[in-house]
């Protein structure tokens, strides 16, 4: 039985969103098994139906907040959620691990209590962006778990990418494509100038440079970039569409009765595009490198988009990712 | 008489916009001289009215084109109507620099043919985006003329900005942000770190570190940033903007009659919308710590954002930026 570990304290819905979340994913998963870690009185009060063998409910007392320290954090809070999660995932009492919390203590725990992967240079987070592609979406690795990169970084990133997008996508040769300031094979810093020789050289299906303009076309399967910038791009999108969706939603809910009207007539389309530019349908961020699947939901989500992760993880564990990673890596390390 | 020199031949709509787009400046600014660079009889096919003394054309029989290798293209094209354009600023027959086309060869006309100003590090690259704050729009700096930075640009960068918004915008103290990759003092690489730390030392109106999703709430009127992250900021927003505006607008055009009908009937209410998230309304790009007002407009620009730039270098002229600048530069030298 594959089992994954869950924080089912963080995020603004916790626990009832997680705990529905899992209601549903163990109904379609009956070979899984889900572990909640949390106030247990709590997570009690919002159990849609009786426990049994597929969910288990473990007690932490403290919970590690968006706003504290991620490192410290998680050296203090030793019986929170997240960390006794994690430490369950350490002792191999489960395969996987879920957090829709303070993304930086995750990433911590992933790090420095499940461990990296032998080989692995550093650890980087890979979410998943929506597309106007026929695909639909891309992954961007990393966002953000590195403030600092080097170039062989960016080329181990593509390649753990690469695995994962044939792996749990069945895409045969992932386009990779690498972020810079202009579309040229010269341009950029140092770092983005031998990242480009070193994906060029290497056995990936490398499409050179992409801008940050052209990202949501989602012309590669993977974009890679260092995690300050990635972080940066990310985070403009983001920002950029749920900013400028707020202002297109106000104008038309403080216009007059004809454009009230109006509104109603066209919601059905506009709800479609948003469904389309939402990252809800594509799972959580992925902590490629460590030594058992780490995923990362956005905080707001509500129970569907953490359903789809732990679907997500369900099949990083049946497709044996980690085992294929390190199969990997053995092979770059002779 | 003020004089600013154009090159005509730069951008999607050139010369005709840029035409246009003098004409309404002229009238607006009779104190003011435009002289166009670039084929003199396209240009004359285009007047909507006799030459008078505040337009000037000048034959220029080359064109640097957008593909072109900046460094090297104003090298070799040197009857291109940019590189004439910019050596009439240098010679002191022209005051300031106006460009549709290639944003690179721009830039090196500005650092190698106009020249930088005594005590800058590196010029950098500024354009005003569109924000839904009261005041509707901020500055960020560097968005690319620079791959690579010091802490020190960094802090040059926000001081030379400050002062524009101060003497253009007459904003008393313009407040500064940092893009980084948290909102935490300790956020960031060592470059981001240091610059956090020069920034506060200074005397700026420094409000700390902002992450890329708020970018465009406008809260500084300032953002500073390396001009590799700065790039990927820009393009990342105005990308992901457009491309869900036209995501947008191919739904309501291309679904059923209901959606047509509400289109029709919200249409003013999303044009609103886009005006306000158009760049057109806050004038070019401006490279500052150059010795001659030099500024960048977006090659897909019609007439009126082109005019708008014509009155924003017309101020910086009016007002005596460089002056200014080179006051200030002097104090921090001794």
Redesign the interface.
Known sequence: MRTIAIDAMGGEHAPAAIVEAVWQAKAKLPQTKFVLFGQVEQIKACLPGPLDDQVELVQASEIIKDED?PVKSIRRKKDSSLVRAANYVKAGKADALLSLGNTGALLASGIFIIGRLKGVKRPALMPTLPA?SERGSFHIIDV?AN??AKPEYLLQWAELAALYAQTIEHIDQPKVGL?N?GA?SD????L?QTAYQLLSASQLNFTGNI???????GKNDIVVSD???G???????????????K??KS??VN?GL??K??????K???V??LH??STARHGGAVLLGVAAPVVKTHGRSDAKPIYYTLLQLDQMLSEQLIQKFEAKLSQTEK
Chains 1, 2 share one sequence.
């Open positions: 320290e106007t953000g403030a600092e972020l300031n040229e341009k950029g810093d140092p983005h801008e940050a303009n052209e990202l949501l076309l995690g300050f910038s972080n940066v791009a990310l985070k403009s999108v983001e920002g950029g569409t749920t900013i400028l969706m202002q297109i104008a038309l216009s004809k454009t009207i109006g509104a109603a007539m066209i059905p389309a506009l479609k595009v389309k530019f």
